[in-house]
């Protein structure tokens, strides 16, 4: 089967360290981390005080109050996102042809906030007291659906949901739409929004997430010797991607090309890495595959790396055995170091760090990196950016239940 070329001509990003692409670019760039003590509830009584949230999000900066209040914040986050994508997609909406414009947006949780507040509504006033929006903001196929029904966008519509691989594996269904026919653009891409007393209780209870009440900024620090789990953090990240003739015939600007993918499973526990890396081999060794090029080819990847003392020396291991001795050429990175773990947003996410490491020749460093870990030996882009000319670059993303997804993106060339 003839396969069709698949580019990004359009991005938007809403994340803790910069709340719109180009901002969260520099952010990125620059280092910073979205750390901060939990101002919007009391997390007094918590292990874990601090997360990476959206600075000084209103909803009513966005949305008109009725249409706020009807929406979770895992779907604004999304449509604020895909906002920003189409319009710098410079895509005109009255012209093309929106029977063919695919919505493929996940989210690993779904509407946690509006759960949290109807349950607590229900267990005060009963049945009366549960609002007839609350199943519309909870599912999360509901986040595409709001997306398709604002714009009018007709072609295939879904969530893929894999846990924190999420995004990565809505963006690799989006692909395959465009690739093999099924539409000619599409609006893909993951949000999420977990920061809410009983995720962060759900997680403290798992003893997933960092402690480091004291210095929230310095908390999340993967490969560092002193880490001690994960930043919980929150945002969305979109592409507007099209079939390349569809995109060049309208002069579009166009960022890089998504070119393989590899999707796996663990097979092996509920929460933790398969030691012996398996999956996540088998993920990376089918895309680099899959994209029909030799793993000395890549030359950055923006890793999953959480910060938890298992699950970096895992991927690390599991990079060594996939890469040989290249895995010691290339810039690698983990921006969960400034944006902390966004679950079911973190893939796309990424997946925007990693192009836009490759339009703009310039890999984000791992911010925290004081005391690397002597089992995570390789070239982290330790605490600041680097120039250099990427051609591919990998982003993982792993997810509870043993989810690995890898997607391969490329430098456009004519």
């Known amino acids: 089967m003839t396969t069709r070329r698949v580019v990004v001509t359009g991005i938007g990003a809403l994340t803790p360290i910069g709340k719109s692409a180009p901002d969260f670019w520099n952010g990125l760039i620059s280092g910073k981390s979205g750390a901060k003590t939990i101002e919007h509830f009391d997390a007094s009584d918590f292990p874990t005080q601090f997360a990476c949230t959206i600075p000084e999000y209103n909803t009513e900066d966005y949305f008109e109050r009725k249409e706020g209040r009807r929406l979770d914040k895992v779907a604004q986050y999304a449509l604020i996102a895909t906002e920003e994508a189409i319009a710098d997609s410079k895509v005109d909406l009255d012209v093309i042809d929106k029977d063919r414009v695919a919505v493929i947006v996940g989210t690993g949780i779904g509407g946690m906030k509006t759960f949290y507040d109807q349950s607590i509504s229900f267990h005060d006033r009963g049945p009366r007291g549960v609002s007839p929006f609350f199943i519309p903001m909870l599912i999360p196929d509901l986040v595409p659906g709001q997306i398709s029904i604002k714009y009018g966008f007709r072609g295939p519509n879904y969530c893929v949901v894999s846990a924190c691989a999420t995004g990565s594996n809505n963006i690799g269904a989006a692909y395959d739409s465009i690739r093999y026919g099924q539409s000619d653009m599409a609006i893909t891409g993951g949000s999420e929004a977990p920061v809410t007393r009983i995720g962060v209780a759900g997680f403290n209870s798992m003893k997933a997430m960092s402690t480091r009440n004291d210095d929230p ?3 999340s620090r993967p490969f560092d010797k002193d880490r001690d789990g ?58 680099l595959k899959s994209a029909g090029i030799k793993p000395e080819d890549i030359d950055h ?49 990424e997946s925007v760090a990693a192009l836009l490491a490759i339009y703009h020749s310039m890999v ?15 070239n982290y882009t330790a605490n600041e950016a680097v120039p250099r000319d990427l051609k591919y670059a990998l982003n993982n993303a792993f997810g509870f239940g043993g989810h690995n997804t890898s997607l391969v993106f490329k430098k456009f060339e004519e």
Do not use: W
Request: proline share 5%; charged share 20%.
């Open 217 to 219: 900024e310095a908390a």
């Open 230 to 287: 994960f930043v919980l953090g929150e945002g969305a990240g979109m592409f507007f991607l099209e079939e390349y003739e569809h995109a060049k015939n309208r002069g579009a600007r166009i960022y890089g090309e998504i070119v393989g993918y590899g999707f796996s499973a663990d097979a092996y526990h509920i929460t933790a890495p398969d030691p012996e890396g398996g999956g996540v081999q088998l993920a990376m060794n089918t895309a």
């Open 301 to 349: 990847i923006n890793m999953h790396g959480t910060s938890t003392p298992l699950g970096d020396i895992a991927e690390t291991n599991s990079i060594k055995k996939v890469f040989g001795d290249h895995a010691k050429e290339m810039n690698l990175n983990s921006t969960k170091s400034m944006t902390g773990h966004t679950l079911g947003a973190a893939g796309a996410i």
């Open 364 to 378: 984000p460093p791992t911010i925290n990196i004081d005391n690397q870990d002597p089992e995570c030996d390789l």
